[in-house]
């Protein structure tokens, strides 16, 4: 029988573990974690932004998605200085250009099957 997925070990071609695949993989296992990433690729989303553009999706479950790609280092959450609490989120700097061809590839891909 086969190891489930988040059981296996990658591995390079000289046996060393390809943690770096594993990290990445699991960073977009969410649910609603290809949906913001899309978004955000375009610029800041708020959360109700988010929310209006995905009916379907609790508050619960996108918060619990953002919070996982704020500690992964995926986005960055800014509090705005105004006089009712508003949060943004957006990719980081680091980020912004990879997640895009990211997506491109991952578009192209589901194109494919």
């Known amino acids: 029988m086969a190891a489930p997925i988040n059981q296996l ?45 995905h009916p379907s999706a609790s508050k619960k479950a996108l918060t619990a998605s953002l919070r996982s790609l704020e500690s992964s280092g995926v986005i960055l959450r800014r509090d705005l200085s105004t006089s009712v609490l508003r949060v943004e989120y957006e990719l980081t700097e680091p980020m912004r250009q990879r997640v895009s061809e990211l997506l491109t590839c991952l578009e192209a891909f589901g194109g494919l099957l």
Do not use: E, F, Y
């Not at 046996?15 to 993989?25: E, F, T, V, Y």
């Open 9 to 53: 070990v990658w591995k390079n071609a000289d046996g060393s573990q390809l943690n770096h695949l594993q990290r990445a993989l699991d960073s977009l296992a969410g649910k609603w974690t290809g949906q913001i990433l899309w978004v955000m690729k375009d610029g800041p989303v708020r959360l109700s932004d988010l929310m209006r553009m």
